[in-house]
Nanobody, 123 residues
Framework: VQLQASGGGLVQAGDSLTLSCAVS????????IGWFRQAPGEEREFVAA???????KYQDAVKGRFTISRDNAKNTVYLQMNGLKPEDTAVYYC??????????????????WGQGTLVTVSS
């Protein structure tokens, strides 16, 4: 299974950006896909996840601003980010897991990762 994250860039505070995660190989419809991010000097953290059934989970800091969605026909997961803040600056990674939904915030349970895409939000 390969994951390709894209869509990052340099934006201003308040702007919007949509990240894409294209998945190839395996059975996309059976995967939970998560987005994680790592800011400079920080540990990687959970951002959002969407299950194969459409369940969604978000980190508290992005609730109401970010929306995760999936298009099973295109084997792609999206992360729509609105109202971006400088503290959202990070490398964003998408990853795949098949674990039970209750553990989706834990990166150790994700088996395959994309290469990351950089999002920089200027103030």
């Amino acid at each position: 299974v390969q994951l390709q994250a894209s869509g990052g860039g340099l934006v201003q505070a308040g702007d919007s950006l949509t990240l894409s995660c294209a998945v190839s190989g395996g059975t996309f419809r059976s995967y939970t896909i998560g987005w994680f991010r790592q800011a400079p000097g920080e540990e990687r953290e959970f951002v959002a996840a969407v299950s194969w059934t459409g369940n969604k989970k978000y980190q508290d800091a992005v609730k109401g601003r970010f929306t995760i969605s999936r298009d099973n026909a295109k084997n792609t997961v999206y992360l729509q980010m609105n109202g971006l803040k400088p503290e959202d600056t990070a490398v964003y990674y998408c990853a795949k897991t098949t674990i039970v939904w209750g553990r989706v915030t834990e990166e150790n349970f994700y088996s395959d990762w994309g290469q990351g895409t950089l999002v920089t939000v200027s103030s």
